[in-house]
């Protein structure tokens, strides 16, 4: 029910106005006789921060009024000189008055062009040459945002340790890891999470822990093919599958086992399955980005809109962290057991370079954000 103004300015402006306010503790003027002067001294790495913490609050802004179906006035710095501008205002607000003049009360405090302002504007121009500001080596992303997903989360049976997954992961070993910690199966884990439930498990287990582990790319894209795609019967995606086969020319069989699908077939439906993922992720088919194949950092980040994981494990660390992990709880540090590849081919006998670039193409945001190198097999 509250209107929402939005008021904008230059951040290099900003910057420089707010250095100089600090340098003579003057935040107002209304008589220009008693108007103090300073330099700002330009500090880039003090700049790259404002600008980063300015363009985060906007985009916050944005999103909440995005998701809440809701409509801002924006006004701009210069704009408040304008009497059209605050005679608009008052239209939107439902204000039925008119101002027939501006308040000239406040004076402007710096009025001298930005490099007469800065005490060292060569230092400044390197510093502004430094930042992108059309975002040009962004890499893009056009995946949805997706939420916690808090019924796939997973508690111990006693221990006070919560696993966040990550679909495409190696779900089933940790799970088996978390069983073993208190002598019980799988079954009898906790599931099936509310948030109202989450946060009375969180409450009733002071000191507890939460954590992710993550997959190399390369794996969690083939572990998707070969569990939701080649696969078929209950969990598995039928109609994604029919429209592979259709669109995108997958050669799958019917059924498996099948005594004449082997590596070379594999690979190639393998490699189908990636070009689709290709034009997926990029927003280019009908389909839904699903979450066995999203980004982890997209994951990750709808982790954090309910509750963070403490810890998240690298794929190669997995074996030594998580009975780390269970020793800094009390626990016994009980060994991970092996991963399995639960494939009709294993991911080693197609693996090749191509495939490694092909990934590392798709899902650039994860290489950059966690330092995956290529895949080799193993843990890693």
């Known amino acids: 029910?509250?209107?929402?103004?939005?008021?904008?300015?230059?951040?290099?402006?900003?910057?420089?106005?707010?250095?100089?306010?600090?340098?003579?503790g003057q935040w107002k003027l209304t008589n220009i006789q008693k108007r103090k002067e300073a330099q700002a001294e330009f500090d880039a790495a003090e700049f790259e921060a404002h600008v980063e913490a300015l363009q985060a609050f906007q985009l916050r802004i944005q999103t909440r009024l995005q998701h809440s179906g809701?409509?801002?006035?924006?006004?701009?710095?210069?704009?408040?000189?304008?009497?059209?501008?605050?005679n608009g205002l008052a239209a939107w607000l439902g204000v039925g008055a008119r101002l027939q003049g501006l308040s000239t009360t406040l004076k402007r405090q710096n009025p001298e062009p930005i490099e007469t302002r800065v005490a060292n504007p060569e230092e400044m121009a390197r510093g502004l040459a430094r930042l992108d500001r059309f975002n040009l080596t962004r890499t893009p992303n056009f995946e949805p945002r997706r939420g916690a997903s808090v019924p796939s989360y997973v508690a111990a049976a006693r221990a006070p340790l919560m696993f966040l997954p990550i679909k495409g992961g190696p779900e089933r070993t940790v799970e088996a890891w978390l069983a073993a910690l208190d002598g019980v199966t799988p079954a009898d884990l906790a599931r099936d999470m509310t948030q109202k439930t989450l946060r009375q498990w969180m409450r009733d287990r002071p000191g507890h822990r939460r954590f992710a582990v993550l997959a190399h790319p390369l794996e969690r894209a083939h572990r998707a093919f070969c569990e939701k795609i080649l696969a078929t019967g209950p969990g598995t995606y039928g109609r994604i599958r029919r429209t592979l086969v259709k669109t995108f020319g997958l050669d799958l069989p019917e059924a498996l086992p099948d005594p004449g699908y082997g590596p070379e077939q594999h690979r190639a439906a393998f490699g189908g399955f990636l070009r689709f993922l290709q034009a997926n992720l990029a927003g280019q088919t009908a389909m839904r980005v699903d979450a066995w194949w999203t980004s982890q950092g997209q994951v990750l980040q709808g982790f954090a809109d309910v509750a963070l994981?403490?810890?998240?494990?690298?794929?190669?660390?997995?074996?030594?962290?998580?009975?780390?992990?269970?020793?800094?709880?009390g626990c016994r540090p009980v060994p991970v057991p092996a991963p399995r590849d639960d494939g009709p081919v294993s991911l080693a006998a197609i693996h090749d370079e191509d495939l490694d670039a092909l990934v590392r193409d798709i899902y650039q945001r994860d290489y950059l954000m966690f330092g995956f190198g290529a895949w080799r097999p193993g843990p890693a």
């Open 1 to 24: 029910r509250c209107a929402k103004i939005v008021l904008t300015r230059n951040p290099l402006d900003s910057y420089v106005s707010w250095k100089i306010a600090q340098a003579t």
């Open 70 to 86: 809701q409509t801002a006035f924006h006004v701009a710095y210069e704009d408040l000189q304008s009497l059209g501008v605050m």
């Open 309 to 329: 994981p403490d810890l998240v494990i690298r794929p190669d660390e997995m074996a030594d962290a998580l009975p780390r992990l269970a020793v800094a709880l």
